[in-house]
Every structure is written in structure tokens, then in C-alpha cells.
């Protein structure tokens, strides 16, 4: 029995899998010969014909001046490596055209190995120190040995930078993707930009994805189903819902071993991973590489692996949390609606009327959806109020008018006990959305923008609502009846900004209604 808890991670590798290496073979490297002598091309690609480095064979591209050259490099961007010869069209057609590479071009990429037959043209000194080459070699001194190792070290040079370029591109993506992990969705966006980076970081032509199965606790609505949380770009088509259905068979039955086992595979090309939280949930990881992979790889991919899991429980932990907010919030919203007999959707209506306008107006995304939760406290102060004053068929009286009036710091008081940036929202609504805009409103009077932006969004979302729905004292009004009315007070009841905003979206309106309506309103639309 093992001493660890039962939250430890169990990542084991075992060198006996019998995963095969990938079977598609992989793109060649581009070496271009710059030489006015058709004998050194033909020399050079018969010499180096089976050369292999890191499980890729050569390609040779010719070009015998150096404008030629020019041509070809404008046309492709992965040439590793450039032999280049010194003296063609003009004693420093070479030289110039390696400027040209780095400064004109900016290729800073390809690897240039100066090749001269007249080395008095082209002082070494002189050339290594002015020109950003990477090695300059006397064409006697060629042979097949040295030529073995120029290739060696030239490509081995391009394909580190290529990692870097990459890694940092990878990187830049994560440190982009940083500030938008706030939800389940958007973690899959940075996951993938790390998993893109660490794939570059431990060798070219790494690939592969992270998948989780989430336990029953940790999210009833999403138990038992697999999902790509990351993928390099070579999968990334799996992190869509569908594009799981697309899963390569070797990739899933590799998956479907670690998890029947509970444990990982390792081999020198394949990284198979397999994560079980303290929640319960399981991570698994398929990782496919070109060269061998070592043990510090092993363990750079299984902290990754298990952070992402723990990251993406968490994160489904806070939304299953913000989802009951969220339902407690529309509970108590109708609740309160219906003492005083209005429809349970007018709540969920206002909220997204609310949202619908505070996108409008530009505010951040967490600002809206702050907004829509905070909207349908906006009257929780009725709880307050009599029920023969919120039921009365008629119009109240002088006496019964200043109780209704009462709700609005009712409301005030009962949200602004809590230092939740929500609730507080809520207060402020239900202090003043029944301000004006020309100040003829109440409870304070207040005008103009001295009204919060909230409690004017929420006050043109609740009149709207409320002119389309039937209460106790009136029948409700037809839309463009309710759109006209709203539009006539523009500047007096409401900030005029607001209007403008609602009536360009008159179609998303429209959309709230068949999506949350009351029986007589999905009628009439």
C-alpha cells in the first residue's frame, strides 16, 4: 500500500510501450548553393546525397548568380542553410548578397557559409568581422569529413533559432492570453499557447494535446465527457466540442490505455500522461516528438499536465458557483415580482436588456455581466411594501404613492450591508432607477449623469419592460407603442445616449422577448 495520499499525483513512465514513432515523414532541410560553377552543385549535393540530421534529409536548391539567388530566397523562407560563393557576377557578388540576406531581406534565420576559391578576394579576417556570416571556408578545403561538419553545425544552429522563435511566439501568445482566463473556454486558448511553447522548448516538431475528464463533483453538467483542454496547432482542431469526434485512433487508443491502466507510457518519441486530481477529475496527455525525449522533458511535461487539470477543476468549481449566484439572485428577483402578481421573465428580461445596453455603451465584458447580475435586484426593496399597495388594482393615493416610493432605499439597505462588488451594484440600482434624467425623479432628485450608469441603464430596461407587460393597474402596450413612448423620452426621463443605443438595436430587443417571454407578450411578437 502506498504511503502517498490519494490526491498525490500518479505519473509513472514506462520505457516497454510499444507506441510506434510517427509514421509521416518529416519535411527535408533546405540547403541553397550559390555557385557560378555547375561542377561545385554537383559536387556538393553528390557528396552530402545521404546526410541526416535530426531524422530529416537534405533538399538542394541552385542558384549559379547571385541575383538567381535573390529570386529564390524572395519565393520561401525556410532555407537553413546558404553555401555561398564569394566571386560570380563581380569579385563581391557574394559579399554583397549576404548584406543583402541580413539587412535588405532580414533574414536573420538562415545559416550563410562563405565558400571562395580566391581567399586573397575575401580576407577571412576581414569577412568574419563585416559580414554576418556563419563560417568561411577555403573550397579546398571541403572535403566530404568537413563538409559533415559544416552541415552539423549550421543546421543544428538554424534549428535552435527556429525553437526560439517559436517558443517566443508561443509565449507572447500566453502572456496575451494571461488576462483572459476567467472562464472554462478561455483556459483552452492559454493552455494551448503554453503546451505550444513547452513543445518548442523540448525539441522540433513536438505535438500534441491535453484532455480532461471532469469527476461528478466537480461539475454535474460536464461528468464523464472527455475535452481537449490544449492542443499544438497540429491538433488544434480538437478543441472544438465536434472536432473531438475526429480524434486519430493511435491518438485515442493511446489515451484509452493510460486511463484503463491509470498510469503513463513513456518511450524515447511518445509521451502518453495520465493525472487524477483531488477533485477526482482525470488529465491525460499525448505528446508525439521527432528526437528523443529526456527525463527533464518527462517532468516538465507532467507539471504541465497536472496544472492544467487542477486549473481547468478550479475553474469549473467557480462557474458551477457563479451559476448558483446567478439563480439565486433571478429566485429572489422573482420572488419579489410575483407579490405583486408581474410575469417570473421580467426579471431575466431586465438583466438582459441591461446587458444588452451596457455592451452597447462599451463597457468590459466582466462589467457587463457584473450588470446583468446586479439588474434584477433593482426592485428587492418591494419586499418592503405592503401588499394591498403593490396589488392595488387602482391608482394610489398620495399617502400609499410615498410608502411605494419607500422601496427604493428599502432595496438600498438590504444590499449595500454586503462589501460584494455585485450586491453593491445592486444597491446603487435600487436607489436610483427611478431617478430622471431632467431630475424630476426620486428618491434624491438626482440629474443628468450624477445617476449612476447602471441605475440609468436599468431604469430604461424597467420602464421598457414594464410598458410591454401587464400588471395589475394596466394592460400591457404593443412594442413599437412601448419603442415610440420610450423614444419621446429621450432627454427627459432617460439618458438620451441610451435611447439612441436601444433604438439601433430594436432586433436584439426583439431576440430578448422570444427568448425569455410572458404568455401574452410571445403572442403579440
Known amino acids: 500500500m502506498s504511503s502517498h495520499d490519494e490526491d498525490d499525483h500518479d505519473l509513472l513512465f514506462a520505457p516497454e510501450s510499444v507506441l510506434v514513432p510517427t509514421e509521416h515523414p518529416l519535411d527535408p532541410w533546405v540547403v541553397l548553393i550559390v555557385d557560378d560553377e555547375p561542377q561545385v552543385h554537383e559536387v556538393t549535393e553528390l557528396v552530402m546525397a545521404d546526410f541526416e540530421f535530426a531524422g530529416r534529409h537534405l533538399l538542394f536548391l541552385h542558384a549559379y548568380s547571385a541575383a538567381e539567388a535573390r529570386q529564390v530566397l524572395a519565393s520561401r523562407s525556410d532555407v537553413a542553410l546558404i553555401l555561398l560563393d564569394v566571386v560570380m557576377e563581380t569579385e563581391h557578388a557574394g559579399l554583397d548578397l549576404a548584406r543583402d540576406i541580413r539587412?535588405?531581406?532580414?533574414?536573420?534565420?538562415s545559416r550563410i557559409v562563405l565558400r571562395t576559391g580566391q581567399p586573397g578576394q575575401a580576407p577571412e579576417e576581414h569577412v568574419i568581422k563585416n559580414y554576418d556570416i556563419n563560417d568561411y571556408k577555403e573550397k579546398t578545403e571541403l572535403t566530404k569529413r568537413k563538409l559533415n561538419t559544416v552541415f552539423f553545425a549550421a543546421l543544428r544552429s538554424y534549428r535552435d533559432i527556429l525553437i526560439i522563435e517559436q517558443s517566443k511566439m508561443a509565449l507572447r501568445r500566453s502572456i496575451e492570453a494571461i488576462q483572459r482566463i476567467y472562464d472554462s473556454h478561455n483556459l483552452k486558448v492559454f493552455a494551448s499557447a503554453v503546451l505550444d511553447q513547452v513543445a518548442h522548448l523540448l525539441g522540433y516538431e513536438a505535438q500534441g494535446l491535453c484532455a480532461n475528464r471532469i469527476a461528478a463533483y466537480a461539475a454535474s453538467h460536464m461528468e464523464g465527457r472527455l475535452h481537449v483542454l490544449a492542443a499544438t496547432p497540429e491538433y488544434a482542431g480538437l478543441l472544438d466540442e465536434q472536432g473531438l469526434m475526429q480524434l486519430p485512433e493511435k491518438v485515442k487508443q493511446a489515451l484509452d490505455r493510460a486511463e484503463r491502466e491509470q498510469r503513463s507510457h513513456f518511450d524515447p518519441h511518445h509521451c502518453v500522461g495520465y493525472y487524477r486530481t483531488s477533485g477526482g477529475s482525470v488529465s491525460l496527455l499525448y505528446m508525439e516528438f521527432s528526437d528523443p525525449v529526456d527525463h527533464e522533458a518527462q517532468e516538465l511535461l507532467e507539471i504541465f499536465c497536472s496544472n492544467v487539470a487542477i486549473t481547468y477543476e478550479a475553474l469549473l468549481l467557480r462557474e458551477e458557483v457563479q451559476e448558483t449566484q446567478r439563480a439565486t439572485v433571478y429566485i429572489l428577483g422573482e420572488a419579489v415580482e410575483r407579490r405583486s402578481n408581474e410575469g417570473g421573465a421580467h426579471v431575466r428580461r431586465i438583466a438582459e436588456l441591461a446587458a444588452?445596453?451596457?455592451?452597447?455603451?462599451?463597457?468590459?465584458?466582466?462589467?457587463?455581466?457584473?450588470?446583468?447580475?446586479?439588474?434584477?435586484?433593482?426592485?428587492?426593496?418591494?419586499?418592503?411594501?405592503?401588499?394591498?399597495?403593490?396589488?392595488?388594482?387602482?391608482?394610489?393615493d398620495?399617502?400609499?404613492?410615498?410608502?411605494?416610493?419607500?422601496?427604493?432605499?428599502?432595496?438600498h439597505e438590504l444590499l449595500a450591508q454586503s462589501d460584494r462588488r455585485i450586491l453593491r451594484m445592486g444597491a446603487q440600482i435600487a436607489l436610483e432607477h427611478h431617478e430622471r434624467w431632467d431630475g424630476q425623479g426620486y428618491p434624491q432628485g438626482l440629474f443628468g449623469e450624477t445617476i449612476s450608469l447602471p441605475?440609468?441603464?436599468?431604469?430604461?430596461?424597467?420602464?421598457?419592460?414594464?410598458?410591454?407587460?401587464?400588471?395589475?393597474?394596466?394592460?400591457?402596450w404593443d412594442f413599437e407603442t412601448a419603442i415610440d413612448y420610450i423614444e419621446s423620452q429621450a432627454g427627459l426621463h432617460f439618458d438620451p445616449r441610451l435611447v439612441t443605443l436601444l433604438l439601433n438595436r430594436l432586433d436584439a430587443v426583439r431576440a430578448i422577448y422570444e427568448r425569455f417571454p410572458d404568455t401574452s407578450i410571445s403572442a403579440e411578437l
Open 103 to 109: 539587412e535588405q531581406m532580414r533574414n536573420h534565420r
Open 356 to 396: 444588452l445596453l451596457g455592451q452597447a455603451w462599451g463597457l468590459e465584458p466582466m462589467e457587463v455581466e457584473h450588470l446583468r447580475q446586479a439588474a434584477p435586484l433593482h426592485d428587492v426593496g418591494k419586499i418592503g411594501i405592503p401588499d394591498h399597495i403593490l396589488n392595488k388594482p387602482a391608482k394610489l
Open 398 to 411: 398620495a399617502d400609499e404613492w410615498s410608502q411605494m416610493q419607500q422601496h427604493a432605499r428599502i432595496g
Open 455 to 476: 441605475a440609468r441603464i436599468v431604469a430604461l430596461a424597467d420602464v421598457l419592460d414594464s410598458l410591454m407587460s401587464d400588471r395589475v393597474y394596466k394592460k400591457r
